[in-house]
């Protein structure tokens, strides 16, 4: 099974910060890596698919990077409704394996 | 609208059986595979398994095989995940979620249906 590495576990910031989340994939999934928020007591969001695509309807602050088995996912200005927790999700090959996820506290 | 309905909250008893279900709407059900999701009290999500309604071909992750049974009924477009004798240790939050999108990315997800099995 391929194995899905997220860091970090969690992370405390503020309004109008940058915030980077990583995710390293234990063998090489061909871009197929997609990120998702979870709110508390609702179903995860798709955000991001195929690494770097913005799903319909998602803000542009959201933005998803790759360079071969490591991903990045970026918040270029945090909003209050991003505070939430993030999971990254490769879909190359099944089980379809979630990296650990990460939750956004505010600082 | 694209929707997957789940059925409603679960209180069962260890060695009980059970079945859930996730019901789509909104689209061709047999188009995209349909998956089931787990999330333990507190936890991160774990991909269970998923199937093509289509022909019922089936993929289930290692950790799931032989504890739960997926499986779909395309004439009424409604997918299920079944367990033939529950633990406690199967307390948790079961999501259905259509994996539609580019990459096979899960792009529609049920509302979680809360199972909780105690004595």
């Known amino acids: 099974d391929i194995q899905m590495t997220q860091s970090p576990s969690s992370l405390s910031a503020s309004v109008g910060d940058r915030v980077t989340i990583t995710c390293r994939a234990s063998?090489?999934?061909?871009?197929?890596l997609n990120w998702y928020q979870q709110k508390p007591g609702k179903a995860p969001n798709l955000l991001i698919y195929?690494?770097?695509s913005l799903q319909s309807g998602v803000p542009s602050r959201f933005s998803g990077s790759a360079s071969g088995t490591d991903f990045t996912l970026t918040i270029s200005s945090l909003q209050p409704e991003d505070f939430a927790t993030y999971y990254c999700?490769?879909?190359?090959?099944?089980?379809?394996?979630f990296g650990q996820g990460t939750n956004l506290e505010i600082k | 609208e694209v929707q997957l309905v789940q059925s409603g909250v679960e209180v069962k008893k260890p060695g009980e059986s059970l079945e859930i279900s996730c019901k789509g709407s909104?689209?061709?059900?047999?188009?995209?595979?349909i998956g089931w999701v787990r999330q333990l009290p507190g936890k991160g999500l774990e991909w269970m398994g998923i199937?093509?309604?289509?022909?019922?071909?089936?993929r289930y992750n290692s950790s799931f095989q032989g504890q739960v049974i997926i499986s779909a009924d395309k004439s009424i477009s409604t997918a299920y995940l079944h367990w033939t004798s529950l633990k406690a240790s199967d307390t948790a939050i079961y999501y259905c979620?259509?994996?539609?999108?580019?990459?096979?990315?899960?792009?529609?997800w049920g509302q979680g249906t809360l199972v909780t099995v105690s004595s």
């Open positions: 979620a259509r994996q539609g999108g580019g990459s096979v990315s899960i792009d529609y």
């Open positions: 909104g689209y061709s059900f047999t188009t995209y595979w």
């Open positions: 199937i093509n309604p289509g022909d019922s071909d089936t």
């Open positions: 063998q090489n999934i061909n871009n197929y």
């Open positions: 195929a690494a770097s």
């Open positions: 999700q490769q879909s190359y090959s099944p089980p379809y394996t």
